[in-house]
């Protein structure tokens, strides 16, 4: 069985990181068996491979970093089988789009509400100190966190727009994937692919969880998302045991 490392479930989800909830939805429509096991800040560095979570224990005993590294090699062995049939054109294409959210959207949609708002932040702490009560060191442990995360959103490049500027490079790439999913029911056509479990994970970090900004309005009036969301929903709905 695959051991999934998260930081902890939050908002009906299976981690308050969408790239382990990404991990956790492929491995559950590719029907794959994992087990989560919890791992908290303090031990990141020492024990994730990059210091980042989602890394998985694999059946072999090997340690493998990044949710769409392990979902490569869980295709590519044949363990999971959720791309099959998918020209090396519209692998190519997926790859496109789940770069785009991995790498764009999480940036502008996720780190944006959740750490920059200092407001957003405050609540967001007892979900990152995995429900135990916030002592000083906790919170100190917390904002020393929020710190490197925060150089990361600068060194991306995302941070040092303005939030005007950072809400249209988020309402640029909610557009392109509404006019995408305005011609398919998923992200590659007719049948759900791994992209769509990162892509859905994103949007679900992004509508479902509690972070009240304007980009999340923006993304809650798109009809075409809420009813891809609602797809992605009743496919993942007999798993919904691992979610808060
Ligand atoms: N490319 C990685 C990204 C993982 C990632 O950035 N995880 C975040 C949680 S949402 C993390 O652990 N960040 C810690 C850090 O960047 O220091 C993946 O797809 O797994």
């Not at 382990?20 to 559950?28: C, G, N, P, T």
């Not at 809400?167 to 995408?180: E, G, H, P, T, Y």
Request: glycine residues 8%.
């Amino acid at each position: 069985m695959i051991v999934v490392y998260q930081f902890g479930p939050a908002w009906g989800m299976p981690c308050i990181s969408p790239y382990v909830s990404k991990l956790v939805f492929y491995l559950q429509l590719a029907g794959i068996a994992y087990r989560l096991e919890k791992l908290d800040l303090t031990r990141l560095d020492d024990e994730a491979p990059r210091g980042k979570l989602p890394y998985a224990v694999m059946d072999d005993g090997t340690v493998m970093p990044d949710s769409t590294e392990i979902i490569n090699f869980l295709e590519r062995t044949g363990r999971g089988r959720l791309d099959q049939g998918l020209s090396d054109a519209k692998r190519a294409d997926m790859l496109a789009w789940t770069r785009l959210s991995d790498e764009h959207l999480y940036w502008s949609g996720v780190v944006e509400p959740r750490w920059r708002t200092r407001a957003h932040f405050e609540s967001y702490m007892p979900y990152l100190a995995g429900g135990e009560i916030l002592t000083v060191e906790t919170r100190d442990a917390i904002e020393v966190f929020r710190t490197r995360i925060l150089s990361e959103f600068d060194g991306q490049g995302m941070g040092r727009r303005a939030p005007e500027a950072v809400l249209a490079a988020f309402c640029s790439d909610i557009d392109a994937i509404k006019a995408r999913l305005q011609v398919a029911p998923f992200l590659m056509g007719r049948q759900v692919r791994s992209g769509d479990a990162g892509l859905y994970a994103m949007l679900s970090h992004i509508v479902d969880a509690p972070f009240d900004w304007p980009g999340r309005h923006y993304a809650r009036q798109i009809t075409v998302l809420q009813d891809y969301m609602a797809r992605m929903r009743e496919l993942l709905a007999p798993f919904k045991r691992d979610a808060a």
